[in-house]
């Protein structure tokens, strides 16, 4: 079956540095997505992707993320000064097309930790 | 505000028994709800849909109900095995899917 891939795996960065994880969702899917969770938390909507351009987002993606699709693979996700509490595993998923009646594929998840 | 509801505690179950999971969820009108099981360290994985106008859903050992009025899901897993010890999150919402907590299933051998 298909994958949405994530590298890296693990990312460990300094508080106040620039990271950007990477995502290469689905060949065939439209809609890319952003999801993070904290240690024990729930799973939490970042932000949605479709077309080249932001659909929706949340109120945790201010302006400190970003999101791009910088040519027809890659999916990324850029926080520019991270936060101790930026600390959390981060999922991109895909899907063929949006309105709740299909079902998101996942990656595995990018760890990052912030120190 | 909208939330979605599930049981904080662990659900331990003996192999062979039916384990069942609840989701609640209020300030929503769904048209579909779906559910997920999550391992630890990985992403969600999809396991079943069910559109407003399905009373229930099968797939092999998973049956899911929902009910608009009382505003919830149940999730039934028959037959258990200790493979099937994970969380299992549930899941709605339109563009932007949202997820309950998840309610963690521990299947006894």
């Known amino acids: 079956e298909p994958e949405v891939t994530q590298t890296p795996s693990h990312q460990v960065t300094q508080m106040g540095q620039e990271v950007i994880l990477r995502c290469v969702p689905i060949s065939n899917h439209l809609y890319f997505y952003w999801y993070r969770q904290i240690l024990g938390q729930k799973v939490e909507f970042l932000v949605s992707?479709?077309?080249?351009?932001?659909?929706?987002k949340s109120e945790i993606f201010d302006d400190q993320f970003s999101v791009e699709r910088p040519d027809g693979s890659n999916f990324t996700l850029k926080i520019r000064s991270t936060k101790l509490e930026d600390s959390a595993m981060y999922f991109c998923a895909s899907t063929i097309q949006t309105g709740g009646n299909e079902k998101l594929f996942f990656g595995s998840g990018t760890q990052l930790s912030v120190l | 505000s909208q939330k979605i509801e599930q049981n904080s505690e662990a659900l331990n179950i003996q192999e062979g028994k039916t384990a069942t999971l609840t989701c609640n969820y209020t300030?929503?009108?769904?048209?579909?709800l779906q559910w997920y099981r999550q391992d630890p360290g990985r992403g969600p994985v999809f396991l079943l849909l069910i559109r407003e106008n399905e009373k229930e859903k099968r797939k092999e050992r998973l049956k899911v109900t929902f009910d608009t009025t009382l505003k919830q899901s149940l999730f039934h897993i028959t037959a258990s095995q200790p493979a099937d010890s994970a969380t299992y999150l549930c899941a709605l919402g339109d563009n932007r899917l949202a997820f309950g907590k998840g309610n963690q299933v521990v299947v006894i051998p």
């Open positions: 300030n929503y009108s769904p048209a579909y």
């Open positions: 992707f479709y077309n080249n351009e932001i659909s929706e």
